[in-house]
Each structure stands twice: as structure tokens, then as C-alpha cells.
């Protein structure tokens, strides 16, 4: 690792079946040396992820930044406070400060969606756009960010607006359309209800959808009958560890 590449904040994007980290190169966006991946454990509590971490850390040797991490819940100045689709002995967890102690290094813990927010606000689809924009990730459960002029407005959890009596991400996330087999018109249906929800209620100025399934938004995106302008997000599987490394380089929340 270069003199450069060593105080470079390094991201940890967090998964379901992966863990993977690189350093991020600010200036760029971009991952400053190649990504690794290492399973995800199962059962993946607190402190069997906070020894993969270290494991990933150190295959980056000479790494020495501040190191941001991906959590599929809310996180409050580190602490986890929900488990939707995480093992239940998350909640509770002061995240930052396990990961500071297993790892050596200084680590501030972020939700997926926010850190997906950041990143496609500073550089990708959202760029340079002002005004209210809702960044939504649909996978197992849906993710939000919400930014205002780029500032992020933490820990939205919209994906558990309660639509017709149901939890929204349980008929609208990509995994309902997995596990039901659902056409695209079909889940196309199911995410204008969630989207005019979201409308009714925030009147934004753009969504940006992301997600594994959003390098396959020309399937499903024009098919949305809603008002608001819905793009595709750009940084695609980079979203995660690009976002994290940026939270982690401003100190946190
Ligand atoms: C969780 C959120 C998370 C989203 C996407 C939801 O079930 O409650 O915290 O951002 O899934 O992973």
C-alpha cells in the first residue's frame, strides 16, 4: 500500500452474505485499492462480524484511516437500535465501540441507506441536486436516505411505512417480487403504492432507487406511475463501502 492509499478512510459494507471493504479515495469515489470479500458468518451476531472485520483489516496491512461499516438498522452515535433482517443480539450493541476495540482502529458505525444517501448525493445519480431527495434501496427490506441540499436526515426507516396494514418492505422490497415470483408489472403496482406514499407525504424532488435490482431498473422503473423524478442510483454494489468510508471521514454521527 502506497504513502497515499494508508490514511485513506476504508469502508466495510455489511451484508447478508458478504462482507467486503477497500479503502475509498475521496477525491474520486472510487475504491483506492482492490475490494476484499469474506463471508458473512452465520449466526452473524455483533462480535462474530467484529472478527471478520479485523480479519479484513488486516489482509489491507499498512491501512491506517478511520474505518466506516454498514449496518442494516438504526444506529445512534454508534448504538444499534432495531433488527428488522439482523440477528436480534444487534440491538442494544454499541456497534462503534466493539468494533473500535476488535479492530484497533477508529470505527464509526452507519446505516446501509444512509451510507448508499451520501454516496450517491456526492457522486453519483443525486449529484449536485438540490433541494429533497429520497434515496430508497429495495433488497431484502427497503433502505431510505433522506438528503436536503445534501445533508443527510438519519435513520428514516421508511421502508416500514405501514401501506394498507402491511409493513410497505414486506410487499415492495425485492425480495417480496423474489419470493412471490412477481412480474415486473406486478411489483410495478406494488412500488406506485409505495412511491405515492412516499409523495403524499414528503412531496420530494427525486428518487433515487437503489439496490441490486436497480441494474435492472429499466424493467420496472417505466412502469411507475407516480409525479416525482425516480432514477436508477449509480454506484451500484460500490454504494455501500464509498458511503461508509465518507461517514467515517467526517468523524461520524
Ligand atoms: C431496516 C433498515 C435498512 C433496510 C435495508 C430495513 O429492514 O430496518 O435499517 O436500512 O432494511 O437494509
Redesign the pocket.
Known amino acids: 500500500m502506497s504513502d497515499q492509499t494508508r490514511d485513506l478512510p476504508f469502508g466495510i459494507d455489511f451484508g447478508g452474505s458478504g462482507i467486503k471493504g477497500a479503502p475509498v479515495d475521496l477525491g474520486t469515489g472510487d475504491f483506492a485499492a482492490e475490494r476484499v470479500r469474506i463471508k458473512t458468518p452465520k449466526p452473524s451476531t455483533p462480535e462474530a462480524v467484529a472478527g471478520v472485520f479485523a480479519e479484513l483489516l488486516a489482509s489491507f496491512d499498512d491501512s491506517t484511516g478511520s474505518v466506516g461499516v454498514t449496518?442494516?438498522?438504526?444506529v445512534r452515535h454508534g448504538v444499534v437500535s432495531?433488527a428488522?433482517?439482523i440477528d436480534a443480539s444487534w440491538i442494544g450493541t454499541d456497534a462503534d465501540a466493539l468494533f473500535t476495540k476488535a479492530t484497533g482502529r477508529d470505527v464509526h458505525v452507519v446505516?446501509?441507506?444512509?451510507a448508499a444517501g451520501l454516496a450517491e448525493v456526492r457522486y453519483g445519480a443525486a449529484m449536485g441536486r438540490g433541494g429533497l431527495v429520497i434515496v430508497t434501496?429495495l433488497?431484502?427490506?427497503?433502505?431510505?436516505a433522506i438528503l436536503y441540499d445534501g445533508v443527510l436526515v438519519p435513520?428514516s426507516?421508511l421502508?416500514?411505512l405501514e401501506i394498507d396494514g402491511h409493513d410497505a418492505?414486506s410487499r415492495a422490497?425485492n425480495s417480496a417480487r423474489t419470493r412471490e415470483d412477481l412480474s415486473w408489472q406486478h411489483w410495478a403496482k406494488r412500488l406506485t403504492k409505495y412511491y405515492r406514499t412516499l409523495e403524499m407525504l414528503f412531496s420530494p424532488d427525486l428518487f433515487v432507487v437503489g439496490g441490486g435490482v436497480s441494474k435492472e431498473a429499466d424493467h420496472f422503473l417505466p412502469l411507475l406511475d407516480i409525479s416525482t423524478e425516480i432514477i436508477p442510483a449509480e454506484l451500484r454494489n460500490k454504494a455501500g463501502v464509498v458511503g461508509a468510508a465518507l461517514y467515517a471521514s467526517e468523524g461520524g454521527g
Open positions: 449496518v442494516p438498522a438504526v432495531s428488522a433482517n446505516n446501509d441507506a444512509d434501496t433488497g431484502t427490506g427497503i433502505g431510505s435513520n426507516e421502508g416500514h418492505e422490497a
